[in-house]
């Protein structure tokens, strides 16, 4: 889920589990959402985006899921490793903002991998 | 990193003061972004460009202008810092030929700001 204080909610996982990050997007209409990753000190990374056309998406040890009747976006890491501590950030473009349209941002997840 | 170089990437200026964050990139991009980033809030849009002399507002654009004079220079610039402008802020390019909206954004290092 996201925060709205100034603590962000932290999954803490073993290395070599399997991670879940949860996102709760406000917009009905949106169309398209993307997962970010972002280290430490650095500018956000794209991880996998997904469009509502589709349930489902697969990347190199990720995994997005998207269920649209609940409004709700989940990004699967499997086996995680060390390298996988970040925050993570979910997006979403709301499909009613027109032709210059502007990703609306949640406020972020931390993944702290134990090794 | 898709070839963006912010600068500074760390300034501390005083109130009052104008400040000038630079986002230049090396690819020929056409839609550029500022965001700053806080925490408690995110990413939050400031401006973005859609072309040389095409820009925009976002969502918190008050008390900052932009320029874009060249398609590999987007500049912020803050008229008069005040410490509610202390902040991460980052420049994002846009890949892929669709709307402003989607696709994949390559971010910049960040500039981080301190105003007193």
């Known amino acids: 889920g996201e925060s709205v204080g100034l603590h962000l909610p932290t999954l803490s996982v073993q290395e070599g589990d399997n991670s879940i990050i949860n996102c709760a997007y406000s917009n009905s209409a949106s169309d398209y959402f993307i997962w970010y990753k972002q280290e430490s000190g650095k500018g956000p990374q794209f991880i996998i985006d997904?469009?509502?056309n589709m349930d489902k998406r697969q990347g190199q040890r990720v995994t997005v899921l998207l269920n649209k009747t609940v409004k709700h976006l989940s990004l699967q890491i499997a086996a995680t490793q060390p390298g996988d501590s970040a925050v993570y950030f979910c997006?979403?473009?709301?499909?009613?903002?027109?032709?210059?349209?502007?990703?609306?941002w949640g406020l972020g997840t931390s993944l702290a991998v134990n090794p | 990193d898709a070839g963006i170089t912010q600068s500074p990437r760390h300034k501390v200026t005083e109130t009052g003061t104008p400040v000038t964050l630079r986002c230049h990139q090396t690819e020929n991009h056409r839609y550029m972004y500022w965001y700053r980033q806080d925490p408690g809030h995110g990413l939050r849009l400031i401006h973005y460009?859609?072309?040389?002399?095409?820009?925009d507002k976002g969502e918190v654009s008050d008390g900052y202008s932009v320029s874009r004079s060249k398609t590999e220079d987007f500049l912020l610039t803050l008229e008069s810092a005040t410490s509610s402008q202390t902040s991460v802020y980052f420049c994002a390019i846009k890949a892929g030929l669709a709307g402003a909206g989607t696709g994949e954004l390559f971010f910049g290092e960040g500039s981080r700001l301190t105003v007193l």
């Open positions: 997006a979403e473009n709301p499909a009613n903002a027109g032709n210059n349209r502007k990703l609306i």
């Open positions: 997904i469009r509502s």
């Open positions: 460009s859609y072309g040389v002399k095409d820009t």
